[in-house]
DNA sequence: GCGATCAGAT
DNA sequence: CACATCTGATCGC
């Protein structure tokens, strides 16, 4: 997990570390070994210090996670081999898997081959190992975050915990967790909690949820992404058919969005090498692996390298083309200013004019609008093009993560014995902990004598005048309540 | 010179 | 716009 994980990211009471690969100060108070490393996603904050070529440890994923790390490439190299200023490709990850050198007569050469990334099914309980004597099962579940995010859950002696990793808990998510078999027996009764956990094994309790706090200080609902990707939609089917996107997906998540854009106007959409290549591996997702072209004449609909946008897409606030020096519309341009002035010709009235004239439209998604403001959003962007009004970029509110109400839906679905913040801002000195703590309690399990592991005891005590300070956190994150103001 | 870590900008 | 990503500086080995 990013910095400021509780527990140095482990998913304590077990010796197990997720999405933290480097190593762990010797001044801390959590054990110093991981026997097992959990990998949620590929995000960079999720995959710290699995680049050091020192890491030789084994590391649980998803098949999608694995294919996108082994891919992985960060943009500068990918500029580098793009621009042909380096042949091979430079992956961050290469060191995590490195086969064996074979002769053709099946001598091995090399033996220092290994792969590290051990992918686990998803949706199947799986056994490991941790130590003499010791076993965890280990179930993988979509996150519903990004491709080849998923969440953990893990059953051993100590009690089972329930990892999200980076989640998005909408409602159809919170359904499908209902109706998972291997996830029912962990749900809470609706009334009655006394006659739980009667040691028939009927009904479970999560011994702790390690929870996505990214967004817990939004304290209001969002739209669902089928709200925000439908209503996008609508907005796109507004613009004249010869208008240019730029979809700025500018990191994995907003895949769903790419797949409905290409379904709702049967065409693909323009990627760069790199999505391309991540995209057509997805084995499970026929139509993410589909909807990708590298060929960007082929398409309006381009979500390529934001950095180093192709031609059709390339403008400025101003819809001005920005070095278009190898560009045709540029060349185009000239010869016809030329025409016109030196000839007195008039402008072409033909298709090429209208390309030059041509919009180019961003959309650019965001995180904080609340579902009222995403309808007045709507309304007013109709409003304006309409009125013939230029709207150059569209905003979609696309959450990767849940706000504070999803999550306490979630949690309040299994009542779990506690609820354990996946992030911290160590500047708040574990105040936000105990905001968060308070936050969920009524989602979860009254203390009791069951709770047989207290991790409460390894939080350093909180700064003096905690409640007021805590107050002072209540009022922050109401402030940040506001919800964004459309245009 | 490499790698880890952090601040800062986008 | 964005809580993820990249860059550059610093420090230690």
Not at 11 to 19: E, F, G, K, Q, S
């Amino acid at each position: 997990m990013p910095p400021g994980a509780p527990f140095n990211s482990f998913a304590l009471p077990y010796p197990i570390r997720v999405d933290a690969f480097s190593a762990i100060s010797p001044s801390s108070p959590e054990p110093h070994n991981a026997v097992l490393h959990l990998l949620t996603h590929t995000h960079s904050d999720h995959i710290v210090g699995l680049q050091a070529k020192s890491f030789c440890q084994r590391v649980i994923c998803s098949a999608d996670a694995k294919d996108m790390l082994l891919r992985h490439e960060v943009y500068r190299e990918r500029a580098l081999h793009e621009g042909e200023y380096r042949a091979e490709h430079n992956l961050t990850f290469k060191h995590l898997k490195v086969d064996p050198w074979i002769g053709p007569d099946g001598e091995v050469f090399y033996h220092g081959s290994r792969d590290l990334l051990n992918v686990f099914p998803m949706d199947t309980p799986t056994k490991v190992e941790l130590g003499r004597d010791k076993e965890v099962t280990i179930t993988l579940f979509d996150a519903n975050h990004c491709p080849g995010a998923v969440m953990y859950l893990i059953e051993g002696s100590e009690g089972a915990i329930l990892h999200t990793g980076d989640f998005r808990a909408e409602p159809w998510f919170l359904e499908s967790i209902k109706h998972n078999p291997l996830l029912q027996p962990y749900l809470a009764l609706s009334e009655d909690e006394t006659s739980t956990n009667n040691g028939n094994g009927i009904v479970k309790t999560l011994e702790a949820i390690y929870l996505d706090t990214a967004c817990v200080m939004q304290n209001y609902q969002v739209p669902t992404k089928d709200d925000a990707t439908s209503g996008l939609i609508d907005l796109l089917k507004l613009y004249p058919p010869s208008t240019y996107f730029f979809i700025n997906s500018w990191t994995w998540g907003y895949e769903d969005t790419l797949k409905a854009i290409a379904r709702a106007f049967n065409c693909r959409i323009h990627l760069d090498n790199y999505k391309y290549k991540v995209y057509s591996r997805f084995i499970s997702d026929p139509l993410l692996r589909a909807l990708g072209t590298t060929d960007p004449d082929e398409t309006h609909f381009h979500a390529c390298e934001r950095f180093s946008r192709c031609r059709h897409v390339n403008v400025d606030q101003d819809g001005n083309f920005i070095n278009d020096d190898d560009g045709d519309e540029a060349s185009e341009d000239t010869i016809d200013v030329a025409n016109r002035i030196f000839f007195g010709k008039p402008l072409k009235e033909t298709k090429d004019s209208s390309q030059k004239k041509k919009l180019v439209i961003y959309i650019n998604p965001v995180s904080s609008m609340t579902p009222e403001s995403w309808l007045q959003y709507q309304a007013t962007t109709k409003k304006q093009l309409a009125n013939g009004d230029v709207v150059r970029s569209l905003l979609v509110p696309l959450s990767r993560h849940s706000p504070l109400p999803e999550l306490q839906s979630f949690v309040s679905l299994f009542r779990p014995k506690r609820v354990i913040p996946n992030t911290l801002d160590p500047s708040l000195r574990n105040l936000d902990w105990a905001a968060i703590d308070r936050v969920f309690r009524s989602c979860c399990r009254p203390p009791d004598s069951s709770h047989t592991w207290n991790p409460q005891q390894v939080i350093p005590p909180a700064p003096v005048a905690e409640h007021l300070l805590f107050l002072e956190l209540v009022r922050e994150c109401k402030a940040s309540t506001t919800p964004t103001n459309p245009g």
